[in-house]
């Protein structure tokens, strides 16, 4: 089945880099999600990356896989105290048209970023 | 802004009480997912529909749980005879047809059962 994990704290200093981690456990053709979660909100999508690709940049987010060891990377340059919140990992697997694309979620990093 | 609405916002219930939530996607999203958050937790997935077509149900919905989503636009879920247990953010994403699209989430609706 579908497993996907997550540390659950991080902390660094504003402009320093952070890097989040996250393994999951279904090698099949899937989509790999990175989502942020603000205190009482709901989830806004920061980038994706489909499992056919290594390494994915859009501005300060890079995404990082490694599918022999089923890892995904989530680094954010020059991180902001508004960049505290929390990160959460996500997985989609599209088989067949069975599984109809539904998320699997980590447990969340909480990351906060000190002046 | 995501496109995807949810009302209530919070909906504070006695133990016992119906409550039923409503999440209004943008009419792009023929595909529409609720998920349940509790405190601590990432989302775990409950339902899907494809347009007016309830394809999938997890075994988190109980037969208290019903969804509906009548005219494949917005979509409702009802929870009868709530309980401690059902105090958790209901998440809606809405999601155009294509599999390499991503889900785009509401603000969610949180439960709190006294």
């Known amino acids: 089945g579908e497993d996907v994990e997550q540390s659950l704290f991080l902390s660094v200093r504003e402009g320093d880099s952070s890097v989040i981690n996250c393994t999951y456990t279904?090698?099949?053709?899937?989509?790999l999600y990175w989502y942020k979660q603000e205190p009482g909100a709901g989830l806004q999508l920061l980038t994706y990356i489909f499992s056919n690709m290594d390494m994915k940049q859009d501005q300060r987010l890079t995404v990082l896989l490694n599918k022999k060891d089923k890892h995904l990377s989530l680094r954010i340059a020059d991180t902001q105290t508004g960049d505290s919140a929390i990160y959460f990992c996500a997985e989609s697997i599209y088989a067949g048209g069975t599984s109809y694309g539904k998320l699997t979620f980590g447990q969340g990093t909480i990351l906060t970023v000190h002046p | 802004d995501t496109g995807v609405s949810q009302d209530p916002r919070h909906k504070i219930t006695k133990r016992g009480q119906n409550v039923t939530f409503r999440c209004d996607p943008i009419?792009?999203?023929?595909?529409l997912y609720w998920y349940r958050q509790t405190l601590g937790q990432g989302p775990e997935f409950l339902t899907y529909?494809?347009?007016?077509?309830?394809?999938?149900k997890s075994r988190l919905l109980s037969d208290r749980f019903s969804a509906e989503r009548p005219k494949g636009s917005f979509s409702t879920l009802e929870i009868q005879r709530t309980e401690q247990g059902d105090s958790a953010m209901y998440l809606c994403?809405?999601?155009?047809?294509?599999?390499?699209?991503?889900?785009?989430f509401g603000d969610g609706t949180r439960l709190s059962i006294l």
């Open positions: 994403a809405g999601m155009r047809g294509r599999s390499n699209q991503p889900q785009h």
């Open positions: 529909f494809q347009n007016e077509a309830q394809l999938e």
């Open positions: 009419s792009e999203h023929n595909r």
């Open positions: 279904d090698s099949s053709s899937t989509y």
